[in-house]
């Protein structure tokens, strides 16, 4: 094996990149596992797709990013199972009155995050599972910090 070395940043999540991958890379390599094992991978899905989308707030709008910022709150609080989970983000994709991309931007973050998609294991489903848990209770934890001090609601 190679060593690889960190290149840069990125500038939204600040996930260390590597010559070979960058954590947009790592994210399509975790949707590939879980679309392709469903039993061992997909069960954490949402929370992929929630803590990615979440950190990479230029994707979403500000609207968007609140309603998959309350969808993590819940998956993350309630013992939800995947089926539901899929469920109420379908519902929330199609049933909103505003859309989850276009209007007013979402904020960009000033915060470090603790954990990036870079922190996610591949190497097999038990560890995967874990670690993207161990991801979105991280975001999660770092979104509430920021709740805290005042910064989400100096825009709203
Ligand atoms: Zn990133």
Known sequence: MTKSTPIAHCPE????????????????????????????????HHLTVLAYMLQHPS????????????????FL????????????????????????????PAVQPTWVWSKTVMDVRLADAGTYCADVHAWAEAVH???????????????S
């Open 13 to 44: 999540c600040g996930g260390q990149f590597t010559a070979e991958e960058t954590c947009a890379d790592r994210y399509h390599t975790c949707l590939a596992l879980e679309y392709t094992d469903p039993a061992y991978y997909g069960p954490v």
């Open 59 to 74: 994707r979403l709008s500000a609207n968007g990013w609140q309603a998959m910022r309350n969808l993590l709150d819940r």
């Open 77 to 104: 609080s309630e013992d939800i199972s995947p089926t539901r989970m899929r469920q109420l983000l379908q519902h929330q994709v199609k049933n909103k009155s505003f859309s989850m991309v276009k209007g007013e």
């Open 141 to 155: 934890h770092d979104i509430q910090q920021a709740d805290l001090t005042g910064f989400l609601q100096k825009k």
